[in-house]
């Protein structure tokens, strides 16, 4: 990695060093706090679920009142700004002209591929020939318009240092690879990069390095090429999360780090038993985790699934029997702090809070543990979202909850 890299990572109090074993670690060149933002990074390229074209920002994914392209109505977007930015950086190619690519033969979720593949080649190949935007003289003007803090160069350098791991992709999805980039060549009118071993090799890096998009509730809602997240090892308790604003992909400790240790998050949903972890991370990444958890195994998501299916039943009294179950096994499988933990906190406390209503409680013992778990709650999704992250909506419905439980207590 380069100078510009460590001095990006230095102002974060942050360090890359070669390793052995992962090939590169981030360590922390002072200590963080809880709930303190590492670092915050734009991506390379990013985009909206297919079944969220409507209804976010087909640039920066804010959840807002959108407009649809004066020219081919499919794309969406918030702002001004918004649409200028995507028009010089991908759309304007696209936009009335794009032609429907041959899916059939080449497996689900190829539409997603050819996308990513084809804005970041966009980005890149004319960055790459001096021209400064795009193959276009006219777009000079570029780098003026996208946020300052996103610096395409650096993000560009970061993205083709990735490792690819190409030579251990089996011949199949090497083929479902060449197709893709083969397509995108193929309708391509812009003078993106028209190598298909190159672009190949993008598509291996998506694959062990891309990040699915989550809302605040942590629904998958869009993906995204983020070259500086994907510098951080992975870890199945790991001390650090990744959230997002919009497009903007933030990662919060969750734990004390003091200065020296490493940053670790977690790149698959750990409450995975073991062995359905260490495929997925063996298949996908092309490694094998070591780390503390892999000595556990649990059973959450049996557990999981009756709790979910008792709240949507109204079973409450039920619900919150088996909810705390889950919430206990959370806590072994998630450090302290993790956005899961307050989530289970908050829908545990809401269906608690149903109880009281509902009467099912008669000594008082319910309201006190209701408000115990709301406060709670409250405290892991604060330190989780901070100030940073729009979570207003679950923040007032907390402090509703909050209120009423306290009102009951003193009836």
Known sequence: MSRSLDEFLSKHGLKITPNPI??????????????TTIIKSYPLAAFPLPIYEKELCNQCLKNTKLQACS?????????????????????????????????????????????????VALLISPHRSGNNGLGDSKLNGLYDILPKEMNISLLIEVFEALQSHKESHPPYALFRYESIASLVVENSNSKASKDIDKLVSYLCIFGCNNFTIHDEQMF???????PI???????????????YDGVVQIVKCIEDIDAGDEIT??????????????????????????CRKCGDDDKIIVVASLFYELEK????????????????????AYPRFHPMIGWQLFRLGQCMSQCVKDDVDRGGKTREETLIILKHAKRVLAIT????????????EIHLLILQMTKLQFQ
């Not at 998958?220 to 983020?226: F, H, N, V, W």
């Open 229 to 243: 997240g994907s510098l951080f090892n992975h870890s199945c308790h790991p001390n650090a999360v990744v959230m």
């Open 71 to 119: 020219a081919c109505k499919k794309a969406f977007y918030c702002s001004s700004i918004c649409q200028k930015q995507a028009w010089f950086t991908q759309h304007k190619f696209t936009c009335k002209k794009r032609l429907p690519l041959k899916y059939e033969n080449i497996v689900e979720g190829a539409e997603l591929d050819e996308e990513m593949l084809r804005r």
């Open 265 to 290: 998050i977690a790149y698959l949903d750990v409450v995975h038993p073991r062995r359905k972890r260490r495929e997925i991370l063996r298949e996908k990444y092309f490694f094998n985790c070591h």
């Open 220 to 226: 998958g809602i869009g993906e995204g090429t983020y």
């Open 22 to 35: 992962s090939h590169r670690t981030i360590t922390t060149t002072r200590s963080f706090r809880a709930g």
């Open 313 to 332: 039943k109204q079973e409450w009294n039920e619900a919150a029997k088996v909810g705390k179950i889950v919430l206990a096994i959370y806590l072994i």
């Open 385 to 396: 979202f901070g100030t940073e992250i729009e979570n207003r909506e679950v923040e007032n």
